[in-house]
């Protein structure tokens, strides 16, 4: 797959890196840009190829506070790690665009492209998840699975293309003072 014309990307600047991004409206959060790029290379270094799969996920009634995502988030990869038996490295933001509107949440997962092919074999993980934690839809967007390998550049700039639009700061501004906008594991 290419990478995307000129004028639907901007530089931006990572580690003396320029990277292409998408033009968001509103601009971009560096510090989530930062540390989901950070994220994505940190799982790089335990794997020589990795499947990124993006996910969204709704909340049918929010309390205000991410209880419920982090609820999810634990019980999904326990049982993604269990499956997979490797780290399974995940990030998400959260998004609201009114505030008498309900919160959802755009994610990604990064899994060891050895063992998980594609976004399929997520969905009996992410229904589960979905039933225990009440309350939650997932949605997955078109394109939603992208491969990267170790030394194609190619496929880690369109991963971190696709993936720069959970940092667009539109949408998070109705977050409360106190509550995060964003979430992940630490992958070291």
């Known amino acids: 797959m290419p990478l995307p014309r000129p004028d639907n990307n901007q530089p931006y ?24 790029i950070s994220q994505i290379k940190n799982m790089q270094s335990l794997y020589s190829r990795l499947l990124l799969v993006r996910v ?43 505030p008498e509107n309900n919160i959802h949440y755009h994610c990604f997962f990064i899994l060891d492209g050895r063992k998980a092919k594609n976004s399929f074999g ?7 998840a979905c039933y225990l934690s009440a309350d939650i839809s997932y949605y997955f967007p078109d394109n939603c699975n992208y491969v990267i390998n170790q030394n194609d550049t190619n496929s880690l700039l369109l991963a971190i293309y696709r993936t720069s639009y959970l940092a667009k700061n539109s949408t998070k501004e109705f977050t409360p003072s106190g509550i995060k906008r964003y979430g992940y594991n630490r992958i070291n």
């Open 56 to 98: 969204d996920i709704n909340l049918y009634q929010s309390s205000g506070k991410n209880t419920l995502i982090s609820k999810f988030m634990r019980q999904l990869v326990r049982s993604l790690e269990s499956h997979y038996k490797s780290i399974v490295g995940y990030f998400w933001v959260r998004e609201q665009t009114a």
């Open 13 to 36: 600047v990572y580690q003396d890196q320029i990277l292409p991004i998408q033009k968001l409206a509103g601009g971009v959060n560096k510090q989530i840009m930062n540390n989901l």
């Open 122 to 128: 997520l969905k009996p993980h992410i229904e589960r």
